[in-house]
């Protein structure tokens, strides 16, 4: 999870509490937009997109 913390403070801090960061049960975000904001944060960040 040191990736999601990574990408829930650049979130933060470019968008301030605009969007919603809570998480289901299983880890992942509840709002759809924070969902693909996060895969292509993943993706231009050189990591695999599983």
């Known amino acids: 999870m040191e990736m999601n ?3 829930e403070i ?3 801090r470019r968008y301030g509490n ?3 960061l809570t998480r289901d049960k ?3 975000y509840c ?3 924070v969902k ?3 895969e292509t944060w993943r993706y231009c960040r050189g ?3 599983v």
């Open 5 to 7: 913390k990574e990408f």
């Open 10 to 12: 650049w979130v933060l």
């Open 18 to 20: 605009r969007y919603d």
């Open 26 to 28: 299983y880890g992942f």
């Open 31 to 33: 709002r759809e937009i």
């Open 36 to 38: 693909r904001m996060f």
């Open 47 to 49: 990591l695999s997109v």
